[in-house]
């Protein structure tokens, strides 16, 4: 459900591609984990690596512009 709601959240037009990408990893870790482990390569790990530092900042930057008070300074 987070990434279905993300797009509203955060806007952009880049933030639908981004939550399909997280979504699609979400399953397919969950196909590795039950069915076929070891098969994701470090050159996907470190995607997604880079993927959620991009979420990351963009959601430090929702929460400081909509809810400051839980930003430290």
Known sequence: MTFA???DLLGGDDTQSLADYLDDCRTKR???S???A???SNAA???LLAEGAK???RVLAW???????LVPR
């Open 34 to 36: 039950y069915d076929h």
């Open 55 to 57: 979420l990351r900042t």
């Open 38 to 40: 070891g098969e994701v």
């Open 45 to 47: 790990a470190d995607e």
């Open 63 to 69: 929460v400081r512009k909509t809810q400051p008070r």
């Open 5 to 7: 709601v993300l797009p």
């Open 30 to 32: 969950n196909v590795s």
